[in-house]
């Protein structure tokens, strides 16, 4: 399968960066081909322009040119490709870094991720990604999470973002309390990413 990898952590060092080193070669190791963005450390701009923007009437292929920039241009192009997906990122504030909530407002537009429709329709989603595999970091307790916020990440992906982009399946796994965890602790997760990717991409044939 060809599967985009989506990483969004400004700290090269992070538990993150060692979550998507561990999957991408566990993906590699079952046979599939990994296309890795490491948002931070391409510079990848979040802000969209207004003339970037969907306008209607725009076709799938003036939406996926329809950028000056040419880092989105191949992020769209790469998303579009996709078979799989993962997305690596923390949990700040109960929501992606503003980095990857850029990503989402740049690359999953209409046109390419989805198509609107008209009255109350909901929008036909375009990829054609099978699985997609979000994998959080938080410092925040579950039982805390779930007494005061519910789990607002899993809203976003599972609710709000991935259903209209035609995604078939999601699996979201934490990471909790990252801050404090011991060495021990780090590698069972790490074993635990390797499970995650099998279960999600199992190699074919």
């Not at 769209?76 to 980095?99: M, S, T």
């Amino acid at each position: 399968m060809n599967i985009l990898s989506i990483l969004a952590n400004p700290k090269p060092d992070s538990f993150c960066h060692a979550i998507a080193a561990v999957v991408h070669a566990e993906l590699r190791r079952l046979g599939h081909r990994v296309v890795a963005h490491d948002l931070y450390h391409e510079g990848f701009d979040p802000v969209l322009r207004a003339d970037e923007a969907y306008t209607h009437g725009d076709g799938a292929g003036d939406v996926l040119r329809k950028t000056g920039d040419p880092l989105v241009l191949r992020h769209r192009q790469d998303i579009a490709a996709a078979e799989g997906l993962v997305v690596v990122h923390p949990n700040w504030w109960g929501k992606p870094p503003a980095i990857l909530a850029g990503w989402l407002d740049r690359v999953l537009v209409p046109g390419v991720a989805y198509c609107l429709t008209t009255g109350e329709g909901a929008p036909e989603g375009l990829l054609t990604l099978g699985t997609c595999l979000v994998l959080n970091t938080s410092d925040t307790p579950a039982a805390r999470e779930a007494a005061v916020l519910g789990d607002p990440l899993d809203l976003i992906w599972r609710n709000c973002v991935l259903p209209y982009c035609g995604v078939q399946r999601t699996a979201r796994h934490v990471f909790r309390p990252v801050a404090g965890s011991n060495p021990q602790q780090r590698a069972a997760w790490l074993e635990d990413c390797k499970d995650h990717a099998g279960a999600c991409f199992p190699r074919e044939g």
